[in-house]
């Protein structure tokens, strides 16, 4: 398949995918998931609402960095699945959007400081998360899954065998992969890169041996690297289950 095909082809896929959760799906655990901040009171939930409604605009704090949920193009446009539902909420509240770019290490100071309204980025529930904004059903259920280059799924399907000093796992700083690689791959080689959206070359590339990341990104890389980077099925998809969710005040 070309390149100018297989976009087009990503983007029908992930637009039906959206269409999807909006329209109610429950298969896979799908389901719509909005919150708001935990101190913020029924008075401050409808000012933002008002404030929404009367300036038109939907401020939305995502990272960009996220595929198959939210990645920024090298033209600087974002795409995705929480970009196309964030469009449908606006749409729904006779807003636009206006996406705020943020990072997983500041996406919740960004968020409760007032940057944006909601926050959209496949955003994981997390206990510290739900102490600063509430969060409802999950719209995506998995769990964190290691991805290595094809030659080597044999030597790293258990977690031990992964948590050695001479394996080299690539991690991005501020997000769940690096609170997993903290508590169960703290002997493991660090290899830090801050750009998620190129993380994964470190391993086609030989820089790292292994990145554990959520399971549906794991499934989107192998995709679309075929023969270069492969997810390893031994280690259960569930090792760490993930809840995505988005945030909004």
Not at 146 to 174: F, H, L, M
Not at 188 to 212: K, S
Not at 226 to 240: F, K, N
Request: proline share 5%; net charge negative.
């Amino acid at each position: 398949m070309t390149p100018n095909a297989e976009q087009p082809m990503r983007t029908s896929s992930r637009r039906a995918l959206s269409a999807a959760i909006l329209g109610g799906a429950t298969a896979a655990g799908l389901s719509l998931a909005f919150a708001m901040p935990a101190a913020a009171s029924d008075a401050l939930s409808d000012s933002t609402l008002s404030r929404v409604q009367q300036g038109q605009v939907l401020k939305v704090c995502t990272t960009g960095d996220y595929a198959p949920f939210s990645h920024r193009e090298d033209n600087g446009d974002f795409e995705g699945i929480d970009i196309d539902m964030a469009a449908s909420l606006a749409k729904s509240l006779g807003a636009t959007v206006q996406t705020v770019p943020t990072s997983w290490p500041t996406l919740m100071e960004d968020f409760t400081s007032g940057k944006c309204d909601i926050a959209m980025s496949g955003i994981s529930v997390k206990l510290d998360r739900q102490a600063q904004a509430y969060f409802s059903q999950p719209y995506q259920t998995g769990g964190k899954t290691p991805i290595v280059r094809c030659e080597d799924v044999d030597k790293y399907q258990t977690v031990a065998q992964i948590n050695q000093p001479s394996v080299r796992i690539t991690v991005n700083p501020g997000g769940t992969n690096e609170r997993f690689a903290n508590e169960f791959l703290s002997d493991a080689t660090r290899v830090a890169h801050n750009d998620n959206r190129t993380i994964f070359n470190n391993i086609i590339e030989d820089r790292a041996d292994v990145m554990v990341t959520d399971a549906i990104e794991t499934q989107l890389q192998a995709s679309r690297h075929p023969g270069a980077v492969q997810r390893a099925p031994g280690l259960a998809v569930h090792l760490l289950p993930e809840r995505l969710s988005a945030a909004a005040g």
